[in-house]
Structures are given as C-alpha cells and as structure tokens.
C-alpha cells in the first residue's frame, strides 16, 4: 500500500512516501534548500511558508521515492495536535490530492505518528523490529511529554503527562538562562558532558508523591534562582564556564531521572496487569543520546527498547505519520474528506 | 590540479604562505579541523563563494559558517550581542557554530535568509593562524559535497566527488584520518535577545498590587481578575498581556483564568505549538450568539515580530469576541496599544521576590 503523507503541524513541512510500514522518501522543508536558514532554529509558523513549501516538497518527496501521484492508494495527513494555522494547509493539500486522484485520505494523529517512528522500517525493510501489544511509549518534545500505554493499535490511555511544560522546553528556557543560545537540548547535553551533577543538585520534580504526571515548570525555576545565586560579579572566567557545565549536568541529571522515575511508576502502577513488554522512547528530546542511554540501562534489562528507527524520525517528520496511517488504513480507518478538519488539540 | 601538503612534514611557516596565496587568488583550500575537514573560501569574495558553491553542487537549506580567528575578527562581520559574547567567552575555540545577526559583510550566498550568519573559532591553531594570516574569514563548511558521507580523512573528500569537483580545489592540508567526532553544535543567539519592557511609552491605569506566596495563590488571583471583567465575555475581546521573566508564573495566572472560564483540560504551557486553544464553556445565559467564545493561550517567546501574530489570525480572532491570555506580552507593547479600543486589555506583570516562591503581580489596564 503507498501512502503520501503529509506533516505540517508545527515548524516544518514534510512530505513523505510509505509503502506499508517502510519509509521510502520521507523530506522536511529544512532540509531542502527552500529558505535558507540554520536548520529548524528559527520558526517559521506562518501559514505563508507552509503554503510556499508545500507542493515542492511533495515533489521532491516523490522524486526521491521514484513515484507518481497516480501510484499513491491512500492520501494521509496530521489533523492534529498542532499549531491551527498550519494544520490547515496540510489538510487542504491533501484534500485537494485525494479529490484529483479520487483515493481515500486517513487522518493520523501526530503522537500515534511519534509512536510509529519507533516501528518504522527503512525502504529496505531495515531494522528487523519485534514487537508485542500492548506496551508502554514515553513520548518526549518541544510541546509534548507524555507516557501512553498502547493496549492495541489505536486504543490508546494517557498515564501520565506534564502539567506545564514539555522537558523540550525546559531545555530550551534553561539554556536561555545560562545565556546558551537556541535551540537548547543539543547544546545543554553537550556542556553537560563536562559537568558535575552533584555539585548544585536540582529537586527531581513531583517525585513527592506517587504520581505519573509529570512537571518541569519548578525545575526551570529553581535552576533561575540557583543561577542568581552562583553568577557572582567576582567569578573568573574559568570558573564561570565550569559552572555553566555544572549546572547543565545537573539539570539534565533532573529532567531525565524524572522520566525513568515516571516510566517507572507507570510500568509498576498501571501497565503492571498488561504484562508490557515492549518500551518505546520517541519524540524530538529522544534525539539526546545521554537519555536513549539512560532509558536503556534502565529498562533495557526488563524489556524490550525501541527508538525512532533514523535520526530523522526523532523530530516532526512524515515518514512516522505514513507508517501510523498505513496501520489505520488497515482498519479502514478512513475519514470523510469534506468534514475532515483540523483538531489542534487532539489527544491520544 | 589541487596541490597536496602533508601537514606533519612542512614547516608550519610554508603551509600558512601556502594557504594564504590560494585564498587571495580566490582558492578553495581543505582543511582538518576539531570535527571534521572543511573547505575554506575567502568569505568575503563573490567569486571565490560562487566557487564554494560549484564545489557544494547542491546545496542544502542551510547557510554557510565562517571562521574567524577571534572575537575582535567576529565583531566586524556580526552583531555579538550578550548571550554571544557568553558563548564565545566561555566555549570559544571549540565545535561551535554561534549565529548572529550580520552586519552585511561577507559575499552573498553565506548569510541565512533571515540575515544571520554562522560564526566558528575552530580549535585547531594551524586554522586560527591562516585566518590570522589572510586577515578575513574562511568559510568553515564540511568539505564533503552535499548530501555525502561526512570526511574524517582526504579519501572520505576525493573518492566522493567528480572531477569536475575536484578541479575547483586549490590545496589541500593533509592531517591524515581525523578521530571520528561529531559535527559542531550550532545555537542560534539572535531569538529572544532582549525581553525589552517598552511599557514606558504607553499610558496604563494600575487598578491593583498583590504579592502571592505560592503557585496556587498566584491561580486564585487569576480567578479574581478575570471576575473583574466577566460581564465582557461573549461581547468584546478579552486579553490578559502577561508579563514576567522565565519561571515568574505566567502559565500558572492563565491556569486560574481557564478555570473561571470553566475548561476542564490541563493548561499546560504553549511555547512550542506558539497557540493553544480551549472550548469556553461558561457563557453567560445572555449570550445569543451561535458561536462560542474561545480561550486562546498564547505564547510569544518563539516570535520575533508581531506579524508573526498577524500570521497566526490574531486579529481575526479579536473581532470574534474571544478570550486571550499572553505570555511575553511585552515584547510587541505597541501592537496591544493599536488594538486597545477593540478590545479589553489586561497587563498582568508578574515579579520575582527574594522570597523562591513569592511574586508581586500588577494589574493595570487603559482605563485612565
């Protein structure tokens, strides 16, 4: 089954070509010279650069998929969650697409597509992935943070998520209070490479009680105020940069225990009776290696560890969106194109 | 035909003189540095960057970074504005790509769309000193051709590019197999430089001071503004402009809000999606009209300008008689001056007290 998907539920255009669950060409405006700027840093939100993007890159996505449109069976697209604005210019493409070709359109949700970037195969069927229902994903980005059981395909139950800001984000804010820069993740798990966490630890947050619900709003304070108090006038240019280490160490040493904390008590809580064997950790934030690592050696010997299969599948891409439409359209989980609108809010 | 020159056996003297004359005529040189080999054109010529770019064949949708040898030399081609000179102070030389704004000095083809420019120090001395020596930057580009395997050695370059490729290259500095590292690190410096409070220029009403002591407090309070404003609902725009540093309590006044306005769902925080929008679900029983007010969250951290609001509907939005709470407000103040008349507008500012968990919140509207 070929699929065409398309993915504009944020920052970037994509277009991608599956063949049931392989990824045969799978683009994101960034990385085509379009508009020429440093790689997914500065927002593009509008609507104007989705709509400019949008029919180049699904010609280029055809083009490196070696098809045309007439050999597409089923047209997908994000209905959501996501930014409206640019929901909507997938969803009119694609309408537009399915109309021409007279094919049916399967309307994916984003985070079922985040959990699908784990079981995603390349154009050869590589990697090999085993896999059983239900298990458990941590999905973790720039606007999401989340851990969803998954009893079987589409049955979805949200055991914990974050109640103000997505671990993305908090490193993205605390980089911009160690004056790092943006975006912050790539930067903030390099410095802490050479830091010290147990100089100035940080409080795990909500591990005071029992709970899966997570938050990174105190976090991002209490790194603020420890910031006040350690960036003396006095410091020596040395000692500051050690600082800014050590602070992005233990930072990053608090974000991450709070999500194996998390998947944790989720795993022996809730999913206990579901004999979960199988974990998935997607999403933009699982692009830092030091959690990947983590999340292994954590879980790695109870269970069985998945990844978003190719770097390009940790970010916003449409690859993931055509595999997880290629499971709906399965089910004939097909919607009617003229009421299929945008659900910036959507949930799992 | 390029020339080769083996690092470890020539005189440091001979490769700088070297280098040098193959930039001044325009050259392209490669060469090793912390990460992996780059190629080097004088950034500053058109000619050699249209070289570069030849070499590149196709490009991706990414600009070019430049080295210098310094921040003195960084100076004269970008803007180095506080978050800047902290990462060049601190982690320069190193495998890091520092974008600023440019100041329109290298040859076009380098600079993003958006008028920024990628600056690297490499640590690597031999570089830093041909930089030196040539007195402009290089640009500092992986030298593998677009979309090919990454060069850790001259045969990773060579073996994958045409001849045609290879006829554009004028030198190369052979420092043998590199250790495998990964590219450098790039950080945009220019997003949310300053959080200016421009609220100087317009004329508010303060209508109240309040310090809360904790998250809940700072909720409650939320409830009891937008109480003050309930009898609007449903018959003009209602926007609270937050205002308050990273970690003051913006999304915690916003969760007070929502509840009054009776939404169920978690308020959790917008940054990245830019907008969150929520059912309102309690209209006062007056309200005729078919459709209901919503509750949009926004967050304008991630926006440099106001059409980017424009981009998003504002506007359209505001006609529709809706309930908007905003977070960095004060970064677009003249846009909420504009629209006053339109709308009721709220600045909330939200400040830190020694105290970790207490906050002093101002209230104050046009209402003079």
Redesign the interface.
């Known amino acids: 089954m070929k699929i065409l998907a398309i993915d504009t539920s944020?920052d970037e255009t994509s277009v991608a070509v599956t063949s049931n669950d392989n990824i045969i060409s799978n683009k994101i405006?960034?990385?085509?010279?379009?508009?020429?700027?440093?790689?997914g840093?500065?927002?593009s939100?509008?609507?104007?650069m989705h709509e400019e993007n949008i029919d180049l890159v699904v010609k280029e996505t055809l083009a490196g998929a070696k098809v045309k449109l007439s050999d597409i069976n089923v047209f997908a697209v994000t209905k959501g969650?996501?930014?409206?604005?640019a929901l909507e210019v997938g969803i009119k493409k694609i309408k537009e697409l399915a109309k021409e070709y007279n094919k049916p359109v399967v309307a994916v949700n984003h985070m079922e597509g985040h959990i699908y970037s784990a079981l995603s195969h390349n154009k050869n069927g590589n990697p090999k992935i085993k896999y059983a229902f239900p298990f458990l994903a941590l999905l973790v980005?720039?606007?999401h943070t989340e851990i969803v059981l998954v009893k079987e395909f589409g049955k979805y139950e949200i055991l914990g998520?974050?109640?103000?800001?997505?671990v993305?984000?908090a490193y993205?804010?605390v980089?911009?209070?160690?004056?790092?820069?943006?975006?912050g993740g790539?930067?903030i798990e390099?410095?802490a490479k050479s830091g010290d966490a147990t100089r100035f630890p940080l409080p795990v947050p909500m591990t005071k009680t029992r709970t899966t619900d997570m938050s990174y709003?105190g976090l991002?304070?209490a790194v603020?105020?420890l910031t006040q108090k350690v960036f003396t006038e006095d410091l020596k240019?040395k000692e500051?940069?050690q600082i800014?280490y050590d602070i992005s160490a233990s930072f990053q040493k608090s974000a991450i225990d709070a999500l194996m904390i998390k998947t944790k008590i989720a795993l022996e809580d809730i999913a206990k009776e579901y004999k979960v064997k199988d974990l998935i950790l997607a999403g933009g934030v699982s692009a830092n290696m030091t959690l990947r690592k983590k999340f292994r050696s954590t879980f790695g010997k109870n269970y069985r560890i998945h990844f978003p299969t190719d770097k390009k599948l940790f970010g916003d891409n449409a690859g993931m969106i055509g595999v997880a439409a290629y499971h709906n359209a399965l089910r004939n989980n097909f919607v009617d194109i003229e009421s299929l609108t945008r659900d910036?809010?959507l949930s799992l | 035909m390029f020339k080769i020159i083996k690092i470890k056996s020539t005189p440091e003297k001979e490769i700088i003189k070297e280098a040098v004359k193959i930039l001044k005529n325009n050259g392209l040189i490669i060469f090793p540095t912390e990460t992996l080999y780059g190629i080097g054109a004088s950034a500053t010529s058109k000619v050699a960057i249209d070289k570069l770019l030849k070499y590149k064949a196709r490009r991706e949708g990414k600009p070019l970074s430049i080295a210098v040898d310094s921040l003195e030399m960084a100076e004269k081609y970008v803007e180095v504005n506080k978050i800047a000179r902290n990462l060049y102070s601190n982690f320069l030389p190193g495998p890091l790509t520092v974008v600023s704004k440019s100041l329109g000095k290298v040859a076009k083809g380098i600079e993003s769309e958006t008028g920024t420019l990628g600056i690297r120090i490499p640590d690597y001395k031999l570089v830093t000193d041909i930089v030196k020596a040539f007195g402009k930057p290089i640009t500092a580009t992986s030298a593998n051709a677009s979309y090919k395997k990454h060069p850790y050695s001259i045969d990773d370059i060579l073996n994958n590019i045409s001849t045609k490729q290879k006829d554009l290259i004028g030198l190369i500095l052979d420092a043998g197999q590199l250790p495998k590292r990964e590219s450098s690190t790039v950080v945009d410096t220019t997003l949310n430089e300053e959080i200016v409070l421009r609220q100087g220029n317009i004329k508010l009403t303060k209508l109240l001071e309040k310090n809360t002591n904790s998250p809940e407090e700072t909720q409650a309070l939320g409830i009891e503004i937008f109480n003050k404003y309930k009898n609007y609902l449903g018959y003009k725009s209602i926007i609270f402009a937050l205002q308050g540093e990273l970690g003051a309590g913006k999304t915690e006044m916003t969760k007070g809000i929502a509840r009054v306005l009776g939404i169920q769902n978690t308020i959790n925080s917008p940054t990245f999606i830019i907008e969150k929008e929520y059912k309102i679900e309690t209209v006062p029983d007056s309200f005729l009209s078919e459709q209901k007010p919503i509750f949009y969250h926004i967050d304008t951290w991630r926006l440099s300008d106001k059409t980017e609001l424009e981009e998003i509907g504002f506007f359209e939005k505001i006609e529709k008689n809706n309930v908007f709470a905003i977070e960095w407000a004060n970064k677009f103040t003249e846009l909420f001056d504009q629209i006053k008349n339109d709308a009721v507008i709220i600045w909330v500012k939200i400040e830190h007290q020694k105290e970790e968990t207490s906050r002093a919140i101002t209230i104050s509207d046009y209402s003079l």
């Open positions: 944020c405006s960034s990385q085509i010279e379009i508009h020429k700027k440093w790689g840093v500065v927002p939100i509008a609507r104007r969650p996501g930014l409206s604005i980005s720039g606007g998520r974050t109640l103000d800001d997505a993305g984000e993205d804010k980089a911009r209070m160690l004056e790092l820069g943006y975006p790539p930067m390099k410095l709003s991002k304070t603020l105020y240019p500051k940069t800014i910036p809010n």
